[in-house]
């Protein structure tokens, strides 16, 4: 199957330049100038036809924070493998990379298998793992390497969740002893968890119960702290560093201020802290559970520095951190105790969108966003130049984005299996027309043609931004 898409804006971090682009099965075979011979020869050859007059061709969105089926506090998030990666297509997202959760007392390599159970044959766009590793001893850091060889070199851990992810300063610096020692790459979820849940305690006893104090007994100080340390432990052991869903200005600062010193420092935010804040968790009728995520959402005064260092490029990477959970029977379990509110926010089906707004407002350039969105994560995170980039030889996930469409995000017309939106009628200026994955149409004309099982799992190679 041969397909032209003509007439479009091709975007790149390098810029944007008017081009079609045909694809010969799975793959792209050329980006042709429009009036070039060879889209002349492939204007009446090819086995189909899309026309992007008006509308730019992306490449498909990377999404590599997100949490299908995941077990947290006794349930679970409500996106399955299928669901979810077909919602992260509708809205241009053709890779995700989800998060294996170890279970402490088990192994990293039955950790992956039991994930690959849940998403092998089940997605509808291609997807990869990271390992969460909760459980630091000789066999997992020896199993590290055995992970790497299954394609995840990736391995995230916890400064925050004591007794549950967490882990001590010293087992973080032994697991980033190995990452230096097999060229992997260590992810962290930096809040200090120790004083936090001293603060929870405190809140909860004198009667502070509602959802916001979830926000105010996380304060912006102790992820800023917590990032500093995860940055000298880093530091110390030559190992490089990604800060994960970073949402606090001190955050920021710490990670600018290491990069200044040429540290291998990396971070990412999500939509969630440049556009929601803590006003969204004050909401009335508990109303608050629903934006409830850690990091929690902040001021409105840390989205400018966020968007600042998305441009700056101390931020590389805008994930969702999809996790989603129902208002009415998941947030639930924590009315009259925000502790027990399920931590996560949904929106995988939303990022380009939500992104695109900061190209409509100014505040990021039209090629800034698709280097953030997707050929950033794809070069972080081993999959460059099979995807991010629109190229003769890469993998055809093309979006075709329409900028001038309007649309009004909803829980009625979404596509996540959730049942709230935390960012209900919101108005939008974009929309996607067109999604391949592979060269397959996913999503054509408002609807969706896609297929649980098309989706593969991705093999990772080594971050290109290791030294
Ligand atoms: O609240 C969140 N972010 N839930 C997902 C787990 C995590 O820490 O990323
Ligand atoms: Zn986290
Ligand atoms: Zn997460
Ligand atoms: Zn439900």
Redesign the pocket.
Known sequence: MSTVIRGGLVVSPAGAAAADVLVEGERIAAVADPGSALAQAWATAADRTIDATGKYVLPGGIDA?T?ME?P?GGTH?VDTFATGTAAAAWGGTTTIID?AVQVKGTSLLSTLDKWHAKADGNCAIDYGFHMIVSDVNDESLKEMEACIGAGVNTF?M?M??PGV?YSTDGEILRAMQRARETGSMVMM?AENGIAIDQLVAQALASGRTDPVHHSLTRPPELEGEATSRAIQLAKVTGAPLYI??LSASQALAAVAAARDTGQNVYAETCPQYLYLSIEDMAKPDFEGAKY????PLREKSHQGDLWRGLRTNDLSVVST?H?PFCFKDQKELGRGDFSKI????PGVEHRMDLLHQGVVGGELSLSRWVEVASATPARMFGLYPRKGVIAAGSDADIVVYDPTAKQRISAATHHMNVDYSAYEGMEITGQVSTVLSRGEIVIDGGEFHGKAGHGKFLSRDRSQYLI
């Open positions: 924070h949490h995941m947290f998030s998060f995230k916890f925050a969740y992810f979820h994960v869903h409830v995520a850690s990091p951190d996790c399920p931590n996560g926010i």
